[in-house]
């Protein structure tokens, strides 16, 4: 007997595996499939980075080259306000200009960091809410980089953890 066909028990033809599927399903099937497969070739075209893209983000110019990093030690600071104290967690590092001597930014770290401990003391706990808590932070930390270092400028300050209670 061919395999998959033959007949039933009772004498009746059994149909071949792949007859059992109305030939309609099968197709219809298929048509899904192959529908699937060109909206993700066509989704995949749209997605790709163009040649117009590229040169607009060509013309923005270089970008700029790391400057010298320099990692303040962790501080903690306490704030009250009227009704409960605050504890704030700080962990932040400076970006200076490129070709800045890291040597002398080590040594000046202690100095810089006492400074920012000076200036977030002063702080109320209301300036340290929602997102305008970051930016006033930052702020304060460069402000007193600034004073701390002169000549020398802060690039930019980068939180490496900000956590208020």
């Keep these: 007997m061919a395999r998959g066909g033959g007949r039933s ?3 009746a033809a059994r149909p071949a595996r792949f007859e059992r599927f109305p030939g309609g399903l099968v197709v219809v099937m298929l048509l899904i499939l192959c529908t699937l497969v060109l909206v993700g070739a066509g989704g995949a075209m749209l997605l790709q ?3 117009a893209h590229a040169a607009r983000h060509a013309a923005d110019g270089p970008r700029k080259a790391m400057g010298a990093l320099a990692a303040l ?6 704030l009250a306000d009227d009704r409960r104290v605050h504890t704030v967690n700080l962990k932040v590092t ?3 200009a490129p070709g800045t001597d890291a040597e002398a ?3 000046a770290i202690p100095r810089v960091a006492m400074a920012v401990s000076g ?9 340290l809410s929602g997102g305008s808590g970051t930016a006033f932070v930052k702020q ?9 270092l002169a000549p020398l400028k802060v ?4 939180l490496q953890h900000f956590l208020v209670r």
């Excluded at 030690?73 to 306490?78: D, H, R, V």
């Excluded at 304060?140 to 701390?148: L, M």
């Excluded at 690039?155 to 980068?158: A, D, F, L, P």
């Design 155 to 158: 690039r930019s300050v980068m």
């Design 105 to 107: 930014l080590q040594q």
């Design 49 to 51: 980075v163009g040649p």
């Design 73 to 78: 030690p962790a501080m903690e600071f306490t």
């Design 94 to 96: 400076l970006e200076f």
């Design 119 to 127: 200036r977030m003391i002063e702080a109320q706990p209301a300036d």
């Design 140 to 148: 304060q930390v460069s402000i007193a980089a600034n004073r701390e």
């Design 9 to 11: 028990q009772n004498g």
